[in-house]
T-cell receptor, first 110, second 111 residues
Framework: GESVGLHLPTLSVQEGDNSIINCAYS??????FIWYKQESGKGPQFIID?????DKRQGQRVTVLLNKTVKHLSLQIAATQPGDSAVYFC?????????FGTGTRLQVFP | DTGVSQNPRHKITKRGQNVTFRCDPI?????LYWYRQTLGQGPEFLTY????????KSRLLSDRFSAERPKGSFSTLEIQRTEQGDSAMYLC?????????FGSGTRLTVV
């Protein structure tokens, strides 16, 4: 079935390094994608979004890249900090609802 | 505005009991969503409202589940005759145009 998934369940990085979290989606008709960060005991927190008419969008320390040809989405976090430790989800918007993947846990070591 | 508010934060109930959760969305948001999340998984869509109209329900939402948004503001999610498999985090989110904003969820434990 169609789904949004992630390639790596856990990513460990050293503080100050850049992090890249990847996501694959299967519905080529999806036109809106969102990255969320979820800390333990909290709801998902919006990080950045991108529409399908773009291939790159930048925020503060974060960049989302969208490759529609291979249906791939990535989140790049520059100069990763301990506070970035969390589970990251990509979500695909279909008919006004979000379809989430299973998430990638980002662990940041000093 | 304090964001999306969900109550209670935690609920422990005995199997077979009914439970009701409340969600207060961001005031100007016309869309309200309910999701369920189990440990290690991403949130799963349950249902959503645009104003007071319930526009879509997931097949995950059995007939024991009912959601309402009577005046297009707050919403309630009721689970009747709870089962152990209903144990999960129930998340509410609201939006106006773009990315939904999530609340902190209600964690349900059915014993």
């Amino acid at each position: 079935g169609e789904s949004v998934g992630l390639h790596l369940p856990t990513l460990s990085v050293q503080e100050g390094d850049n992090s890249i979290i990847n996501c694959a989606y299967s519905n080529s008709a999806s036109d809106y994608f969102i990255w969320y960060k979820q800390e333990s005991g909290k709801g998902p927190q919006f990080i950045i979004d991108i529409r399908s008419n773009m291939d790159k969008r930048q925020g503060q320390r974060v960049t989302v890249l969208l490759n529609k040809t291979v249906k791939h989405l990535s989140l790049q976090i520059a100069a990763t900090q301990p506070g970035d430790s969390a589970v990251y989800f990509c979500a695909e918007s279909r008919t006004d609802k979000l379809i989430f993947g299973t998430g990638t846990r980002l662990q940041v070591f000093p | 505005d304090t964001g999306v508010s969900q109550n209670p934060r935690h609920k422990i109930t005995k199997r077979g009991q009914n439970v009701t959760f409340r969600c207060d969305p961001i005031s100007e948001h016309n869309r309200l969503y309910w999701y369920r999340q189990t440990l290690g998984q991403g949130p799963e869509f349950l249902t959503y409202f645009q104003n007071e109209a319930q526009l879509e329900k997931s097949r995950l939402l059995s007939d024991r589940f009912s959601a309402e948004r009577p005046k297009g503001s707050f919403s309630t999610l009721e689970i009747q005759r709870t089962e152990q498999g209903d144990s999960a985090m129930y998340l509410c989110a609201s939006s106006l145009m773009e990315a939904p904003t999530f609340g902190s969820g209600t964690r349900l434990t059915v014993v």
